[in-house]
């Protein structure tokens, strides 16, 4: 899914000479819903990016005529994930170009709870890896290291947890494709690009609701990935100053 450190994994591969196809999104009926859902919150509806229009091509192309892949994806705190995917789709969700800006603190704090699609994360591997890939992660425990990798007869899959090191990351990609210097190194950071003074400021204004913290951290995709003392820590972390 988008904003869980797959950029920082695709440069690493591409260092090693790989050619990997970087995508979020290969199910078609699943974009369709995400549209639409951001249609129902007045998104200005921008045109497809390149790893949507692609996404479904590859799975047409090489899926379902039964080549054999190899996947790398990645797990994140759903809130991290959340409230840097809103920022970063600031300017489609407020219809106001360099948004971050234009609009005051507390309405932008605000619309992350009425604005935006908060599922994604919760629901994706559903949504993409079990109907293209037809792999259930959830029928596999997680292991506390942060990293898995499965097997089938067209597909090996490694799940990598975005908060692991990017030692540990690099260590993990290294064997799953059996070359040694695959270098992982942070890329595509929300409070790194030009706007990221202001999402620091935003990380600190925003209130998150217990309801929401309890949502998000209770769900089955928070609940397999992320041990009960992760979730503690993170719970303690987004209610660090918020309302009770």
């Not at 192309?61 to 994806?73: E, W």
């Not at 425990?141 to 942060?146: K, S, V």
């Amino acid at each position: 899914m988008a904003k869980v450190g797959s950029t920082a994994v695709l440069e690493a591969l591409q260092r090693r000479r790989l050619r990997p196809y970087h995508v979020h999104r290969m199910n078609a009926e699943h974009i369709a819903r995400m549209l639409a859902g951001r249609r129902a919150k007045g998104w200005y509806e921008a045109p497809l990016q390149p790893h949507d229009r692609y996404g479904p091509l590859l799975r047409e192309s090489i899926i379902r005529r039964g080549k054999r892949v190899r996947v790398v994806t990645l797990v994140r705190d759903p809130i991290a994930r959340n409230l840097s995917s809103y920022f970063e789709h600031l300017d489609a969700i407020w219809s106001t170009r360099d948004a971050h800006e234009k609009i005051a603190m507390d309405e932008l704090c605000r619309g992350f709870f009425e604005r935006y699609t908060h599922d994604e994360p919760l629901t994706w591997f559903d949504d993409e890896l079990l109907p293209v890939l037809g792999i259930d992660v959830y029928q596999l425990p997680f292991p506390a290291e942060g990293h898995l990798v499965i097997r089938t007869p067209q597909c090996e899959l490694l799940i990598l947890k975005a908060e692991l090191s990017d030692a540990q990351k690099s260590a993990a990609l290294s064997r799953f494709f059996g070359m040694r210097g695959i270098d992982v190194r942070r890329a595509n950071d929300t409070g790194t690009q030009s706007n990221g003074e202001a999402f620091r400021r935003f990380i600190e204004a925003i209130r998150l609701t217990p309801d929401y913290v309890d949502r998000m951290l209770d769900s089955r995709y928070t609940r397999h990935f992320y041990g009960d003392e992760e979730r503690v820590a993170l719970r303690r972390r987004w209610l660090r100053a918020s309302p009770a």
